[in-house]
């Protein structure tokens, strides 16, 4: 069997088996289990698994194996089990296992810490609203990032010519008819971004996709023109395309999942594929034009305007908060909560300048592992680890590194926080550095970066990175961990 294989494979046996899998899914860096009985799933022989850097424990069960292999790996575990990415399993799968793997999915029951099983049925236990919530933010917005990414680098080697165009160093005539057709190319995702979002919003809260993209799109406004416009009700003025942004999306999508459901209770099986579609999409157009979009572009713009009169006015301490907590926030999973910002002021001022602020954060955790790699050389366990988390790290991957370094030795994991904090600072203090797409971070934010203020993000990146590495390599180390460890 091929390594992706072998790794899904192990995967399998220590969560106790195929028929202990709801579903297979993955982000960018994690698999994502669906989880039946959490009792029979062993935490510490996961984590010691080759190939796996990590493991969360939350609604989903997430084995973090890092960039690029991830795809293979739950590739691999979707080959296995006979179903495509992020489908239910069937429930007779487990019949299908072979007698090894039940016998060790067996084993593994039997020689879990009752401890372990404790924590686990706690942690399912207390799952809140709000962290539900989260979870389907991540859900919607998560699938989206390699489409951010994609265009959001279109976007940017389209920017870096017209700028040379207007410097005169490329001929317009020849060199403007590519910067249209990127930003053509582009347009494809940004441009109805509200129909991709209202799609994904109605498959993650129960709704039929289709109807949700068909909601965002209403929000275009598509057919209203100057001559024929329709009229906010609460103000009188024009209704002007996008008003609401992803805010009005998100909600009018909820409410259509929740008034689908709530027809097809009534609504007679012979007519329920004509009727319930038909009253749904009308309902909730109208609302959405007559009472989302006026309320939620408040509530957006609002929104947008609050954060960047903050980071205007805070400056150096805005940035060094917002550095320093990004990635505790992201340990405990409210970093989703933000991802919609993000999107909302891409949409509205073309650029976020929030991500070049949080992006420092994993600037700390790269010269924090520097540190830790310089003075703890004897522990050969500790520096493999550093040297296959520290190429990803610095292309902005952080994970390998967090759980598999900082966070265990704990005090470097504060050091690393301070470091990600110093480089905010600097960005805040620069002021209007934006980034045109979400997803990347490190150095891979690099061309993503608006208004030609590249060179000032990566003075913040180097800032984060000295700062991790400083306060970590002079308080940060434990002295255990600089102990000789072999291999």
Known sequence: MSKEQDLGQKIFEEVGGIGNVSKIAHCMTRVRLGIKDTDKVNVEGLKKAPGVLGVVEDDTLQIIVGPGF????????????????????????????????????????????????????????????????????????????????????IAGIAAIMF??????????????QYVTVLNAIKNGIFSFLVIYVGINTAQEFGGTPVLGGAVGGVTLLMGVTPELPIKNIFNGSDMVAGQGGIIGVLLAVYLLCVLEKFLRKFIPNSLDIILTPMLAL????????FIIMPFAGVISTSLVGSINWIIAKGGLFAGFVLGTLFLPMVMLGLHQVLTPIHVEMIAQDGYTILLPMLAMAGGGQ????????????????????????????????GEPLIYGVTVPLGRPFITACLGGGIGGAIIGFFGNVGAIAIGPSGVALIPLIAN??????????????LGGFILTYLWGVPKDAMEAVEE
């Open 366 to 397: 790269v010269g924090a592992s520097i540190a830790i790699w310089m003075r703890c050389r004897k522990n050969k366990p500790l520096v493999t680890m550093i040297k296959g988390g520290l190429p990803v790290g610095i292309l902005g991957i």
């Open 163 to 176: 700028n040379n165009i207007q410097a005169g160093n490329l001929d317009a005539g020849t060199w403007m």
């Open 452 to 465: 030609n203020t590249w060179f000032e993000y990566v003075i913040g990146l180097l800032a984060a990175y």
């Open 70 to 153: 991830v795809n293979k790996v739950a590739g691999a575990m979707c080959e296995m089990a006979g179903v495509k990415m992020g489908e239910t399993l069937p429930e007779n799968l487990d019949k299908n296992l072979t007698q090894a793997t039940a016998k060790t999915g067996k084993e593994l029951v039997e020689e879990k810490a009752a401890a372990t099983k404790a924590e686990l049925k706690k942690k399912q236990n207390n799952t809140s609203g709000f962290k539900r919530l989260l979870k389907s933010i991540a859900n919607i917005f998560v699938p989206l990032i390699p489409g951010f990414v994609g265009a959001g680098l």
């Open 282 to 289: 009308l309902i909730i157009g109208l609302f959405t034009i």
